[in-house]
């Protein structure tokens, strides 16, 4: 909220009406209660995130290759929901990322290639951020979190400095957490720290607990070592 920031439950209510909060939702509320979801501009359902201005694509030259097919699929999603695709090519250290720009921005998609020993390369992707809201997506090990947590002040680029506005605040939830068994089961980590979860809606089964953070039931039987980061986290 413009005057402050509200810690808030939603309504039961809502799961009977088959209605799930997302990431960037635009509410009303009273008295610490979400009482109303605005209609959303736009939503993606997995990770469940509304509203966005843009979406950017993290994409690294090398380790992993791009997959320029995935990506184009992306893309296109990105388009059809009007969101705004941007890409950011990280890596350019130790691979060459210029046909991957050429390529895109050709066909009008704002790319910009990311260079942790140029400070200017990451002062470019924060005055991209500036009054939107945007989300980063990106294959697992394409360097998302350097970039969150470069952007965040949490890890210092290479050469140079970023600099923020005095009414910036960024905020990184880490994706490191407690080592996990990659081996395990997702239902068997959950089901051993707690098989019952009590929450201000109830008591619900480890089971039910993961559907509501969308796990589907194939995805609770699955190895954790097939997760992404975020996912494990």
């Not at 402050?4 to 939702?25: H, M, N, P, W």
């Not at 296109?76 to 720009?101: C, H, M, N």
């Not at 109830?202 to 980061?229: N, V």
């Amino acid at each position: 909220s413009p005057d402050g920031i509200y810690e808030c439950r939603a309504r039961g209510v809502f799961r009977s009406r088959g209605i799930s909060l997302y990431t960037g939702d635009n509410v009303e509320f009273n008295d610490g209660v979400i009482t109303d979801v605005v209609n959303r501009k736009n939503c993606i359902i997995r990770p469940p995130l509304a509203n966005l201005d843009q979406l950017i694509f993290v994409v690294s030259t090398c380790s992993p290759p791009p997959n320029l097919l995935l990506l184009d699929k992306f893309i296109a999603i990105a388009e059809y929901k009007r969101i705004t695709p941007v890409i950011a090519v990280t890596k350019t250290d130790i691979g060459d990322g210029s046909e991957l720009e050429r390529i895109y921005s050709d066909i009008g998609i704002k790319t910009l290639a990311v260079d942790y020993n140029d400070d200017s390369s990451i002062n470019a992707v924060r005055e991209l951020l500036t009054g939107k809201i945007s989300a980063f997506t990106g294959n697992s090990g394409a360097g998302k979190s350097t970039l969150l947590r470069v952007l965040a002040g949490e890890l210092p680029p290479d050469s140079g400095t970023v600099e923020l506005g005095e009414t910036v605040r960024i905020g990184h939830f880490s994706q490191e957490g407690r080592e996990l068994d990659l081996n395990q089961r997702v239902y068997d980590c959950i089901h051993e720290v707690a098989a019952q979860v009590k929450t201000d809606e109830g008591t619900f089964s480890a089971k039910t607990m993961l559907e509501r953070f969308l796990f589907t039931p194939d995805l609770q039987q699955t190895t954790i070592g097939r997760l992404s980061g975020g996912e494990r986290r």
